[in-house]
């Protein structure tokens, strides 16, 4: 599975747009980028995934480079509950696959 | 998505016991996953629980310590044998299904801590 790297941490203000990246640099074609995060003391939670096209839904936005290389995960306007580690993981998708965690951004989000 | 739910959510257990946690999903699902998230750690997955077969598990785990049955497409138990302070962690299952999004759903988990 190809690896994924992303910052340790991150700070946001409130209301302000949150902005975390992925890089995923030897991603073979098959294989979608997901994000998921986990909210102290939760089950990780699916945000969204994508192929190689931009992806938005009502939680987030993800955009991916045009090489793949890359991607970052949009929060729009964070709130303290959107406080969390957020990770990014890349898989082929249709294969009933494994999730393989990184050690995920931690992002906090500031009044 | 599918509305996971697991038991216990947390218990204390002394060292050389063990315990069975349970995984119980509100539809059919496909695949079911075994995870253990150590303390300030991340996610590491103990094994897929198959329907009908053994589970296959990854490098570092073994049936013998985390016994796994998988009965129906609903449902998933995870024992964590001959415990030690070692095992204290988050336990978590999630479940997916063959489709296009392909996409995994976890359960809330249960923390354990051994003495």
Redesign the interface.
């Known amino acids: 599975d190809a690896k994924t790297t992303q910052p340790t941490s991150m700070d946001c203000a409130e209301g302000r747009a949150a902005n975390l990246p992925c890089n995923h640099s030897t991603i073979s074609g098959n294989e979608y980028v ?1 994000w998921y995060r986990q909210i102290h ?6 945000i969204i ?1 994508g192929l190689k096209n931009n992806e938005t839904n009502e939680m987030a936005s993800l955009i991916i480079t045009e090489d793949r290389k890359s991607s970052t995960l949009i929060l729009p306007h964070a709130t303290l509950r959107d406080t969390a580690v957020y ?1 990014c993981i890349v898989r082929p ?12 951004t931690e992002l906090s989000v500031k009044p | 998505s599918a509305v996971i739910s697991q038991k216990p959510s947390r218990d204390i257990c002394q060292r050389g016991t063990s315990l069975t946690i349970q995984c119980q999903v509100d539809s059919q699902v496909t695949m079911m996953f075994w995870y253990r998230q150590q303390p300030g750690q991340s996610l590491t997955l103990i094994a897929t629980a198959n329907q009908g077969s053994e589970a296959t598990y990854e490098s570092g785990f073994v049936i013998d310590k985390f016994p796994i049955s998988r009965p129906n497409l609903t449902f998933s138990t995870l024992t964590v044998s001959n415990m030690s302070p070692e095992d204290s962690s988050i336990y978590l299952c999630s479940v997916g299904s063959r489709g296009t999004t392909d996409t995994q759903y976890f359960g809330p988990g249960t923390r354990l801590t051994v003495l």
């Not at chain 1, 003391?41 to 699916?46: L, V």
């Not at chain 1, 998708?93 to 995920?104: A, M, P, S, T, V």
């Open positions: 997901y003391s939760q089950g990780p939670q699916y995934h990770y998708e249709n294969q009933g696959g494994k999730l393989i965690f990184g050690q995920g």
